[in-house]
């Protein structure tokens, strides 16, 4: 289903590599975070649900782990001065590319990665070209953790002076950086390119959105 994908690597100078894998697990989840995930689906007082998309991310094995025993955690993100939260802001990353979001966990060709693949509620959904207005961005009124914890609002830890602007984002389920440029132009162009996208990127701030279905293991081989 996934073998044969290939992308650039960001800022490697044009190396290209295919993601190949090796085995597929399947995520039994919690009755709770199922229930959770198909409340989070309703469009309250109309129908039908809201838009889900099936979605990749890749993580260390480590952050797989804990994903697979307890959800993700949009509000975990940490905040770089150059990077800020991410191109889009403070929440969970996915992507619509298996072979992009291999380049999230970093890119082994000894060890290889994992990807997990999820079904997202990305609904009602903001689309932006240029993330120069989003990476600061806490999300602080959106980003939640699980049911299991009550889907409480996580606010970014003090110390942090980012705001989140004017414009309330919180009518919108998900925000969405749209491919505008290929990938492919090495380290000046990721960096002259680094508030566009190469692909299309997804950011979710809700917890109970995310439904982790499948681990993939995977190799990769530079061309």
């Known amino acids: 289903m996934w073998a044969g994908k290939s992308a650039v690597l960001p800022g490697g100078g044009g190396n290209e590599f295919t993601v190949k894998v090796t085995k597929v697990y399947r995520i039994i989840n919690p009755a709770q975070r199922v229930t959770a995930f198909q ?3 309703l469009v309250p007082g109309k129908q039908p649900n809201k838009k889900v ?4 991310a890749g993580h260390s094995t480590a952050t797989t782990g804990h994903i697979i ?3 993700y955690r949009p509000d975990m993100g940490a905040h770089d001065t150059q990077k800020g939260f991410g191109a889009l802001g403070r929440g969970a990353y996915f992507s619509d590319q298996a072979a992009k979001a291999a380049t999230y ?10 990807l997990i693949v999820s079904d997202v509620i990305t609904g009602k959904q903001k689309v932006v070209v240029d993330g120069s207005s989003e990476r600061h961005k806490t999300h602080n009124s ?6 299991g914890t009550n889907n409480q609002t996580i606010p970014v830890p003090n110390g942090y002076a ?3 602007g004017e414009e309330d984002e919180s009518q919108y389920d998900s925000i969405k950086g749209q491919k505008s440029y290929e990938s492919g132009a090495g380290t000046y162009g990721a960096l002259w390119n680094r508030n ?3 692909s299309n990127e997804i950011l979710v701030r809700n917890a109970d959105q995310i ?4 681990k993939v293991d995977y190799k990769v081989e530079f061309h």
């Open 39 to 41: 409340k989070a689906k």
């Open 53 to 56: 998309e099936t979605l990749y």
């Open 69 to 71: 025993d307890g959800g």
């Open 105 to 114: 966990g970093g890119v082994d060709p000894v060890h290889g990665g994992t």
């Open 142 to 147: 959106m980003v939640k953790r699980t049911a």
């Open 162 to 164: 980012e705001t989140d």
């Open 196 to 198: 566009v996208f190469d």
């Open 211 to 214: 439904l982790p279905k499948y």
